[in-house]
């Protein structure tokens, strides 16, 4: 095997492809692919974490499918689930405030905004 097949055999692994797939894609036999699996701590009992991409044992129970431990699984579900929040800055009491979406929430409060309304309205 070349340093090359050696180094998809990792990527291919670690994308979860089994034994027979990656033989197939790189034209080695299944029986050295196996092997090198073995060796290299990349057998099929082994998953990567969709988190931090580490190698653990597949069977192991009271853990997330996917994920090496409840923590990582939380921490990915966070990263995937959690909204773009934009800082910004109310005009009216120019303090910073984080808004979900960038173009509805103008003012950090409805009090604010009430009070921008009464501002334009004395001024018109
Ligand atoms: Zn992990
Ligand atoms: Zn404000």
């Known amino acids: 095997m070349t340093e090359n097949q050696k180094n998809k055999i990792f990527e291919l692994r670690r994308q979860g492809l089994g034994y027979g797939e990656i033989s197939s894609q790189l034209s080695i036999s299944k029986n050295t692919v196996k092997l090198f699996c073995k060796r290299n701590n990349l057998g099929e009992n082994v998953l990567f974490c969709k988190g931090c991409g580490e190698a653990f044992e597949k069977n192991t129970i009271g853990r997330p499918a996917h994920f090496c431990s409840v923590k990582c699984y939380k921490k990915w579900w966070v990263n995937t ?44």
């Open 81 to 124: 689930h959690q909204r773009t929040v934009y800082e910004k800055e109310c005009p009216v009491c120019y303090q910073l405030f984080r808004a979900v979406s960038k173009k509805s929430q103008i003012y950090c409060s409805t009090g604010c905004y009430h009070l921008s309304r009464r501002a334009g309205m004395k001024h018109e």
